[in-house]
């Protein structure tokens, strides 16, 4: 009976340790937190322009920009993250990823307040997500990095940018 107990440990150690999430991330920051996504998922960083407001999208759908000749939608993730809404400056980035859509990848832009750093994160330093009560609350949650005492949040951007916004942005076109 021992010798179960400790090879089901060992096996929940070896999936934790395993689970592909180690790797380099960009990490950014939302007030006074800090946040990471997986480098391959990113396109582009580009600062703060002009964006056009789509009518009709949810508060947290800021609009669109056109980059090169591409009409990219942009996310507000103050707002789809339930925060406050903080005035623009010179730090303020929009960080374009690619994401799965239903008929192939598409590109979408999220509004941060500031770019930090790239950081390679080991996947024994990746815990899973926090129980926050109902797995909705952190089903965008990859994981929680520790990095040099700090704790960075690991966004899934396929499900930040879930049906539900996809659904918004292809009845709006």
Same mark, same amino acid.
């Given at each position: 009976m021992e010798g179960? !107990?400790? +090879?089901a440990e060992q096996t929940a150690?070896?999936?934790?340790?395993e689970s592909g999430?180690?790797?380099?991330?960009?990490t950014f920051?939302? !007030?006074?937190?800090?946040?990471?996504?997986?480098?391959?998922?990113?396109?582009?960083?580009? !600062?703060?322009?002009?964006?056009t407001a789509v009518p009709h999208t949810p508060e947290y759908i800021k609009?669109?920009?056109?980059?090169?000749?591409?009409?990219? %939608?942009?996310l507000e993730l103050r707002l789809r993250f339930n925060m406050a809404v903080k005035e623009y400056d010179d730090?303020?980035?929009?960080?374009?990823?690619e994401v799965n859509g239903p008929s192939g990848p598409i590109m979408i832009g999220m509004l941060v307040d500031s770019v930090s750093?790239?950081?390679?994160?080991?996947? +024994?330093?990746?815990? %899973? %997500?926090?129980?926050?009560?109902t797995p909705t609350e952190s089903e965008n949650i990859l994981?929680?990095?520790?990095?040099?005492?700090?704790?960075?949040?690991?966004?899934?951007?396929?499900?930040?940018? !879930? +049906?539900?916004?996809?659904e918004h942005l292809e009845a709006s076109a």
């Open positions: 179960k !107990g400790m +090879a150690v070896t999936d934790s340790t999430l180690g790797g380099k991330y960009l920051s939302l !007030g006074s937190e800090e946040y990471g996504v997986e480098i391959m998922k990113i396109r582009e960083i580009i !600062g703060i322009m002009e964006i609009g669109v920009i056109n980059l090169r000749g591409r009409v990219i %939608p942009i730090r303020t980035c929009i960080i374009v990823v750093e790239v950081v390679n994160i080991d996947s +024994a330093e990746i815990e %899973p %997500p926090p129980e926050f009560g994981g929680m990095g520790k990095i040099k005492g700090n704790v960075k949040i690991l966004l899934d951007v396929d499900k930040i940018v !879930g +049906a539900g916004v996809l």
